[in-house]
């Protein structure tokens, strides 16, 4: 069957033949016709425009020129106008300025006029806008004909404006300076200077000026423009510019015109018309010579081009262009062929790299990925032998070498090495080396003995976390590997990294999923996989095992103390610890922050939890180094058996971590088993919360407030609000029934909000309807203390309430403000600008600080009930108050004794100068109504009497039972 032609190559006969030839005629002609036509229609215009535009270039220059001289010489006048000020003589002064004034004279000015002579009046200067210009201190410009009818101009000013009887500085201008360079202007061009009336000033003199001043007046409105006019039948084209002067000068304006013979300006035309027909007669012929020629040198190339193309369409990478040619087409064909040859090997490298993509996100076997791997560099480069190293992720001197041959059937083969660190050499060859089998030592085995590999080409490779590996390839001999081979091989080494990131990433996702990042412990999710085994191991072998839930004490305080980075490193010496004392079998895992479960595997004898709880305990009685310094925590923990505790893994948790919290109330540093009793105890924890929940959105709460007495005057000075639940089935519950609660919940925060707003509220009731109480004080928890923004709601409360800072007292706990001193002073400081008074509550009982009551703004201490409760009824004891009350004297401190319930308290603090007393021996915490009582009652009279009793001790003591 005969092939079909693509295309015919003869003269004219073939479809392309036709549009090149057409092409070339077209590319010929056209640009020349449209060129004529552009030329013999827009030519004169585009000349026209291309001398105006010269034009308006040289009278842009010349009037800026002009300008510039005027500012010039008008400083310089002004130098000399100075210098006459001095009685310099004039004819000095004019030495020194010749180059710019031809004439330098001074004229007298008495009575606040110029002497009126000739010249004044002729120039202008008696006018009243040049007398005012000349006042205000401006030079004045003022042209007038000269004897050759050749206009002269001149600049005038005061000599001294403040003295203006000293005379008026006349100077003439040289007009070789004003008007110089004309002479320099483009050929053919000229320019002229007229003035606002269209009188010449200065002009070339080929300068045409009859019509000018016509064509001027018809552009009067603008500021610059070009202009055509006719003088004796012969066509002018110009451009006009005016120069700005009577800001400067009063003169209104200058107007530069710069001008041409239209038949000079479009001179070029007539030119070209003579030479374009002759071009484009020649033209013609040399596009059609050139277009046969090129036709034919065009198409057979051309039709060999295209079946190439079409092999390379069906996938036969061996199509050869073959073309005998040295020009364009002969490079088109060479180019043609290595790219054949590159695109045949690149669709085998894409095949090969698109079945390990593959294998990489569906498979990930690691063993026959780099099998396959190793057998398409076998086949695309003729291998004798090929291998790869992979260094172990964690442990750098940890290697496997995977090999194979050059036989078709010879498995893959796997080493692994251990000792042998080659990061160095990654590192140091990462764009690839030659080697022989011998140098590269153990890594040699790729090739074995009966292999015919001479030489070794090296590829390391990475991921992710660095280098982790190298491709070797075996040839016979060694042969140049192009930057294409290079990259291709490059390819493979990347998607052996990728495939060892992805293993790396997924056993990270899997750690990460099952593990602490912090302590390398099972995390909860791995620990209830773990716990479900367990539970069935224990139900086909009938065996018991143990859950340990274990909380680190005082932890908190390490952290916040020392810091998140303290606190990790405890944490992990704490795994540590732990996992030294239990079975490589059992379970250690981290649940939360401080909180580790331990799973005890299947046993017969629950002593052996207790046992293991009691090394636990002993492990975390040793000091932690933490900082260069030795810090302490202790352990609670909790333990649940099975299947007696529980027989599923959330309820061994639960009651495992119920039974942590009973030991953490009892006194913590000890274990405890779960026992029936103390889900009771969850139980009633729960309601609890519940019922307090309820409590603050159903207005439960109520304050009491309790009087503080001052004990120089007897007078009640200030209550302090204790808050009260109003319980429907349980009566009025004091704090000690849920503020404990309530701080490890959370809902302190909430009950101190509700706790300072009631209070300002009251006092501000209070205060309405004229009940003088000076102060009213409230507690404030170490938790709502460090809220944030704690001092914006006191601001707020108190801006509501409409009472004043100096009303309030705030009681805080030492624990609250030794925890971070630099945190707690710069909002006790703000508080106190608010006029608030700080009261440290409970001082002696917490973790005191002498150092720290220096540093911190504290007004008051007040002393517990317990070192008051120390005094007998003979007035001994009570040492720590009578300390209390003597370094609050040398700090300047106030102090308020708590727990009065016995005359002996109140004479002993009267007698060791006490500031204020509270307590059952002058009124338990009473109701708003109970109070303003209580008020009325504690008259002038009944405080004497009752200080009275205290100072003779005959009074029974008062009973607080209630």
């Known amino acids: 069957m005969t092939k079909p032609r693509l295309m015919d190559t003869s003269f004219l006969r073939g479809r392309v033949a036709k549009r090149i030839f057409l092409l070339f005629v077209a590319s010929a002609l056209v640009p020349i016709i449209m060129l004529a036509a552009l030329y013999q229609f827009q030519g004169s215009a585009l000349l026209l425009k291309h001398a105006q535009g010269r034009l308006r270039g040289t009278s842009a220059t010349y009037s800026t020129a002009i300008y510039d001289?005027?500012?010039?010489?008008?400083?310089?006048?002004?130098?000399?106008?100075?210098?006459?000020?001095?009685?310099?003589?004039?004819?000095?002064?004019?030495?020194?300025?010749?180059?710019?004034?031809?004439?330098?004279?001074?004229?007298?000015?008495?009575?606040?006029?110029?002497?009126?002579?000739?010249?004044?009046?002729?120039?202008?200067?008696?006018?009243?806008?040049?007398?005012?210009?000349?006042?205000?201190?401006?030079?004045?410009?003022?042209?007038?004909?000269?004897?050759?009818?050749?206009?002269?101009?001149?600049?005038?000013?005061?000599?001294?404006?403040?003295?203006?009887?000293?005379?008026?500085?006349?100077?003439?201008?040289?007009?070789?300076?004003?008007?110089?360079?004309?002479?320099?202007?483009?050929?053919?061009?000229?320019l002229c200077v007229l003035d606002q009336k269209f009188e010449p000033l200065s002009c070339t003199q080929a300068f045409a000026l009859p019509g000018l001043s016509a064509a001027l007046q018809r552009e009067a409105a603008k500021i610059s423009g070009d202009l055509e006019w006719k003088d004796e039948a012969q066509p002018y084209v110009g451009h006009f510019r005016e120069v700005f002067l009577e800001a400067k000068f009063t003169v209104p304006r200058w107007i530069v015109v710069a001008s041409q013979r239209r038949s000079d300006a479009l001179g070029s035309l007539e030119a070209f018309r003579t030479m374009f027909w002759a071009s484009l007669g020649m033209s013609l012929l040399m596009a059609l010579l050139l277009t046969s020629v090129q036709i034919r040198r065009t198409m057979v190339p051309l039709e060999k081009l295209i079946q190439g193309t079409g092999k390379l369409g069906s996938r036969d990478f061996s199509a050869q262009v073959e073309i005998a040619s040295n020009d364009e087409f002969g490079e088109l064909a060479n180019s043609f062929n290595a790219m054949a040859k590159r695109l045949g090997k690149q669709f085998d490298v894409m095949t090969a790299l698109s079945a390990i993509d593959r294998a990489i996100l569906y498979e990930l076997d690691i063993d026959r990925l780099m099998e396959e791997l190793l057998l398409s560099l076998r086949i695309m480069y003729g291998l004798e032998c090929a291998g790869i190293v992979v260094v172990d992720r964690d442990k750098h001197?940890?290697?496997?070498?995977?090999?194979?041959?050059?036989?078709?059937?010879?498995?893959?083969?796997?080493?692994?090495?251990?000792?042998?660190?080659?990061?160095?050499?990654?590192?140091?060859?990462?764009?690839?080396?030659?080697?022989?089998?011998?140098?590269?030592?153990?890594?040699?085995?790729?090739?074995?003995?009966?292999?015919?590999?001479?030489?070794?080409?090296?590829?390391?490779?990475g991921s992710k976390s660095g280098p982790s590996g190298q491709l070797m390839l075996g040839f016979e001999g060694r042969i140049e590997l192009n930057e294409d081979d290079i990259g291709y091989i490059?390819?493979?080494?990347?998607?052996?990294?990728?495939?060892?990131?992805?293993?790396?990433?997924?056993?990270?996702?899997?750690?990460?999923?099952?593990?602490?990042?912090?302590?390398?412990?099972?995390?909860?999710?791995?620990?209830?996989?773990?716990?479900?085994?367990?539970?069935?191991?224990?139900?086909?072998?009938?065996?018991?095992?143990?859950?340990?839930?274990?909380?680190?004490?005082?932890?908190?305080?390490?952290?916040?103390s020392l810091g998140h980075a303290a606190g990790d490193l405890l944490l992990q010496e704490a795994a540590q610890r732990l996992r030294d004392c239990v079975r490589g079998s059992d379970t250690v895992a981290r649940v939360g922050g401080d909180e580790f479960t331990i799973l005890l595997g299947g046993f017969s004898d629950a002593s052996i939890a207790r046992t293991v709880a009691q090394h636990i305990l002993t492990a975390m009685e040793k000091s932690f180094m933490l900082s260069g310094t030795e810090n302490f925590v202790s352990a609670s923990i909790g333990v649940a058996i099975y299947p007696h505790d529980g027989t599923d893994p959330g309820q061994l948790l639960r009651n495992a971590d119920t039974s942590m919290y009973r030991a953490k109330a009892s006194g913590r540093a000890r274990f405890v088993f779960f026992e029936d009793d103390m889900n009771a105890e969850v139980v009633r924890i729960a309601k609890l919360d519940r019922e307090l929940r309820h409590a603050l959105s159903k207005q439960q709460l109520l304050l009491h407030y309790q009087p503080?007495?001052?004990?120089?005057?007897?007078?009640?000075?200030?209550?302090?609000?204790?808050?009260?639940?109003?319980?429907?089935q349980r009566g009025v519950l004091k704090p000690g029934h849920f503020i404990d609660f309530a701080e490890d919940s959370g809902l302190i925060v909430a009950l101190g909000e509700f706790v300072l707003q009631e209070a300002c509220r009251q006092y501000s009731r209070w205060r309405d309807l004229g009940i003088g109480i000076n102060r009213i004080a409230v507690n404030v928890s170490g938790r709502q203390f460090r809220q944030p923004g704690f001092t914006e709601l006191v601001e707020n409360v108190l801006r509501e309430t409409g009472i004043p800072g100096s009303a309030l007292s705030m009681e805080i706990t030492e624990n609250v403000l030794i925890e971070d001193v630099a945190v707690v002073i710069p909002i006790l400081s703000r508080l106190k600008s608010l006029g608030i008074r700080i009261a440290l509550d409970d001082f002696g009982t917490g973790f005191s600080s002498m150092s720290y009551l220096e540093r911190l703004p504290i007004d008051t201490l007040k002393i517990d009930r317990a070192f008051i409760a120390t005094i007998d009824s003979a007035g001994r004891g009570g040492v720590i108050a009578k300390l209390v009350l003597d370094m609050a004297r040398s700090l300047d401190m106030s102090v308020v004794a708590e727990g009065l319930e016995r005359l002996e308290h109140l004479k002993f603090l009267c007698d060791h100068d006490c500031d204020v007393g509270q307590g059952y021996l002058f009124s338990r915490p009473l109701p708003p109504d109970a109070l303003t009582e209580f008020l009325a009652t504690w008259n002038l009279v009944t405080r004497k009497e009752f200080f009275a009793r205290a100072g003779s001790l005959a009074a029974p003591p008062i009973s607080t039972a209630s």
């Open 69 to 190: 001289r005027l500012v010039l010489a008008d400083q310089a006048l002004r130098g000399v106008a100075a210098e006459i000020g001095n009685d310099t003589e004039i004819a000095e002064l004019l030495s020194a300025v010749d180059a710019m004034f031809a004439s330098l004279e001074r004229l007298p000015y008495r009575h606040g006029e110029l002497t009126p002579h000739d010249r004044p009046s002729r120039l202008g200067l008696l006018a009243p806008h040049i007398r005012k210009q000349l006042l205000d201190g401006d030079t004045a410009l003022l042209t007038k004909a000269g004897s050759d009818n050749q206009p002269e101009v001149f600049f005038a000013r005061l000599a001294d404006p403040a003295r203006p009887e000293k005379g008026t500085i006349l100077a003439r201008l040289r007009n070789q300076y004003l008007w110089a360079e004309r002479d320099s202007n483009p050929y053919l061009t000229e």
């Open 397 to 461: 001197d940890r290697t496997r070498l995977y090999s194979i041959g050059s036989e078709n059937n010879a498995p893959m083969t796997k080493h692994s090495h251990a000792g042998t660190d080659i990061h160095d050499v990654l590192l140091a060859n990462t764009d690839g080396y030659w080697a022989t089998p011998e140098e590269m030592g153990w890594r040699g085995m790729t090739c074995k003995a009966e292999s015919k590999a001479q030489h070794l080409f090296n590829l390391p490779f």
């Open 490 to 560: 490059r390819e493979f080494a990347d998607r052996i990294g990728v495939a060892l990131s992805s293993a790396a990433r997924d056993e990270q996702l899997f750690r990460q999923a099952r593990y602490d990042g912090l302590t390398g412990l099972p995390n909860r999710f791995l620990l209830i996989e773990r716990l479900k085994q367990a539970v069935a191991e224990a139900q086909r072998s009938d065996k018991s095992f143990a859950v340990l839930y274990v909380d680190l004490d005082r932890f908190k305080q390490i952290n916040d």
């Open 708 to 728: 503080q007495i001052d004990l120089r005057t007897g007078a009640m000075c200030a209550v302090e609000a204790l808050v009260r639940w109003e319980h429907p």
